[in-house]
């Protein structure tokens, strides 16, 4: 893979991650403890949720064809990418590709890799109430914690030495390649300060680093309305909004998560479920469809497909591609107040579409940017709920665990993601 397409897919996985770790309360904040879809909320109960969630170490990509990718980039610091870096340089490989093209071409100060790594967690309040025992109505508030490491290592020394051997085949005759020889000889040798200059003069970024960031999310606004009566079986369907309140990438830092995409969602949902062998299983499943409205967002102008970086930013009429989000599940209800659940969720975004005075960039910008996940979980669930019922407890409440892990997906981060939520019903 040619170093330009790795650090495309780098910069696109580490901004996609805010794509992937959608509001992860939604499904479950609008439903009473026993856990199935379609339950609502009794009339005029209310209901607060705090839900945990954790990515663990966020390492690596699957990339466009599912293929796994660990986080880095590499940059050589050849005449071509230092030569703007300093008004000295740019006059000294002026007059070294004048005098020998060879030479300009086989200058370098060195190789330098920076491998990647991040931690997401997202804290959320949730807050839902029973209109009538068909409706409820929830909100969602998320509040992000973000930390992105970054490790540059020099990979590559200087080659001075294959410059000066290059010059001299010019012999004594040519002063001026005599005088190049002898400044190559003494230039200092780079260091990481010289890859941070060209970041930062060359593109105008903030420096390659360590990044850390907390915020609110995206808001989301929801209803669930419950078709059926049934004891043991239903069917819902849900609606709801997402309000652009996040965070939004910031184009000057190369290394930040966004806590949110920065645009109106509308989503409509439905689902299901029946239980079965007097009350032991629930089996459920949900089918989500997200509209992103589209909006006007200031982001870089990449001219290269294989090389993203850019020193100049203009206004794109930006339309993410719209989302599918499906689940299935089984919970195994052990006693009255302990369950385990196995779950599997699915995510597909498709291509985001570009509008601005800039041809080549809308297309650039497009490239990539839909993407699939498929996840695997098993989770462990404590309810008083029923007790409450029967008068052996003084209080309903809810305690539910998750892990899950991505299994496959395409143009997304690969993670394990850990949920803890607690549901006070009052």
Known sequence: MADGKRERRYYAAMHNIIRLLTVVFALVLAQSATASYYETLPKNVRMMALGWVNTGTIKSSFGTNRDQFDYFIRQDLNAGSVADAHPALRAYFDELKRIDPAAYDAFSFGEYEGSGEANVDVKGLGFAYGVTNHLTLFTIVPLWDAQVRMNIQRTKGNNYAEVQQILSKHGNTNDTAFLMSQITANFPDANGGLLQSIIMNNFGYEPIGNWSGTGFGDVELGTLYRLTDELDMGLAVSGGVVLPTGRIDNPDILQDVPFGDGQFDIYAEAGG????????????????????????????????????????KGDFYEKLGNRITYMASSTWKWNDWFSTEARYDFEYQGQATYESQYTDANRILGINSDFETHMLGLGANLSTVTLYKKGIFAAPGFIDFKAKTMVNGRNTPKYSRYEFQIRLYF
Do not use: C, M, V, W
């Open 273 to 312: 479920g029946i239980t079965l062998f007097k009350g032991k299983l629930d089996l459920d499943t949900s089918l989500r469809y997200t509209y992103q409205l589209p909006s006007t967002k200031t982001l870089r102008i990449p001219e290269d497909e294989d090389f993203t970086l850019s020193a100049n």
